[in-house]
């Protein structure tokens, strides 16, 4: 059945296919680094309501009247340089809808050149999509001039500022934002760029644990994690005291302080003698704080 129809197709000339077949669509052909780099184009030069945009509802791409200050738009054989199919040219999309608080115009007055915020699209040899700083890339810039970095800095009263990813259920699947968001590289920022670390502790303090986070048991099976996930750990305990102070007071000492470990024969000392010669810093994780009382007891005499 169907060999037949597949036959059927490949005899008749053309068969159906220009029916099925996806007409091909018009896109824009335009490269900002050969503006910039070999024609020596300044962005206000087809951008030239930049310096004077107050608002992010501004229209700020160049009409087809700026492009043709340069090429010759009326005519038919030069329009290929600009569409892939003329007979079906588009308008490129515009934007309007960034930033109602944002301004341009306050930005470049502070002295910031376009490609601070808009590099990405500078470098490029083709049409990309809008191409936006990111909040954490805002957030850095306001914090290292010490300019205002308040939300309604650039969010109206009226916008809700609650993420997308913030659903119904997200305080309990939160944590799995919350790791990657410690570690290191785009996403360090995530979390914080909003809250505080209080405000994470306001709910993860203390015995006071999501089961989801901690189970009730993991007190006693906590150890494999330190020793194969200190890094994370050190997420919310970076204070090492809340190791020593908790093992300390129910007497756990590590495997290695087995009987035997120390002693007092004159330039001998055993075992722990050695390890502190060789990772001091390793000793003092745990015993900075009562040097007097364990180091000194035996190394005044």
């Known amino acids: 059945m169907y060999k037949k129809i597949l036959l059927l197709f490949l005899l008749i000339p053309g068969g159906l296919w ?3 077949a996806q007409a091909p669509a018009d896109s824009i052909i335009f490269s900002h680094n050969y503006h910039i780099s070999e024609e020596e184009m300044d962005c206000g030069d087809c951008h030239d309501a930049v310096e004077t945009s107050r ?3 501004d ?3 160049p009409q087809k009247a700026v492009c043709a200050d340069c090429h010759e738009v009326e005519d038919k054989t030069e329009c290929t340089t600009c569409h892939t199919h003329p007979d079906i040219a588009v308008n490129f999309k515009r934007i309007t809808t960034y930033s109602e608080e944002f301004t341009h115009e306050k930005h470049i007055l502070s002295g910031l050149e376009c490609k601070s915020c808009h590099e990405d699209v500078i470098l ?3 049409v990309l999509p809008p191409d936006f700083p990111d909040m954490i890339t805002c957030m850095d810039c306001h914090e290292r001039e010490r300019v205002d970095d308040g939300c309604r800095t650039c969010h109206t009263r009226s916008e809700s500022l609650m993420p997308r990813d913030h659903l119904i259920d997200f305080k309990h699947s939160h944590g799995v934002l919350a790791q990657v968001s410690a570690g290191s590289g785009a996403h360090e920022k995530t979390c914080n760029t909003c809250h505080t670390v209080d405000y994470c502790q306001s709910c993860h ?3 006071n644990l999501e089961r989801n986070i901690h189970p009730i048991n993991y007190t006693f099976i906590h150890s ?3 020793q194969n996930e200190e890094n994370n750990c050190m997420t919310c305990h970076e204070d090492r005291n809340f190791c020593a102070s908790c093992h300390a007071a129910n007497n756990v000492l590590p495997q290695s302080h087995r009987v035997g470990w120390s002693n007092t024969i004159p330039g001998d000392g055993g075992q722990h003698a050695l390890e502190a010669q060789i990772n ?7 015993h900075e704080k009562d040097i007097a009382t364990i180091c000194q007891t035996c190394h005044t005499r």
């Open 18 to 20: 220009p029916l099925y």
């Open 55 to 57: 608002g992010g509802h």
């Open 59 to 61: 229209d700020l791409l």
């Open 124 to 126: 490029s040899g083709e």
């Open 205 to 207: 303090s203390g015995q």
């Open 224 to 226: 494999y994690d330190a």
């Open 280 to 286: 001091l810093e390793n000793c003092m994780s745990c």
